[in-house]
């Protein structure tokens, strides 16, 4: 991730149990947070909301194994940031 820009996605990968989405807001933002397989198909909806600055950590649940995009768009009074992050879960 590009750390110049304000809004950060940072998925921990690969990892095996526990697997924690952090989104680090400078500012209130509107933040929608969701997870899709490889074919394209959401398989979570993590955060579809307007959520106050600072550090928001998001637990994910996967029931397989595989590779995941996590796609957070982040909305404030002063811009959009869309980020992708590839997201490897071992079982």
Partial sequence: MDRDIPHDVHPLQP???RLSLVV?????????LFV???SGREVSRL???DLNAGHHAFPLQLAASGIYFARAAVVSARERIVRTARVALLR
């Fill in 24 to 32: 680090e807001l400078p500012s209130a933002s509107h933040l929608r």
């Fill in 15 to 17: 990892v095996r149990e």
């Fill in 36 to 38: 899709y397989d490889v």
């Fill in 47 to 49: 955060a579809d909301a």
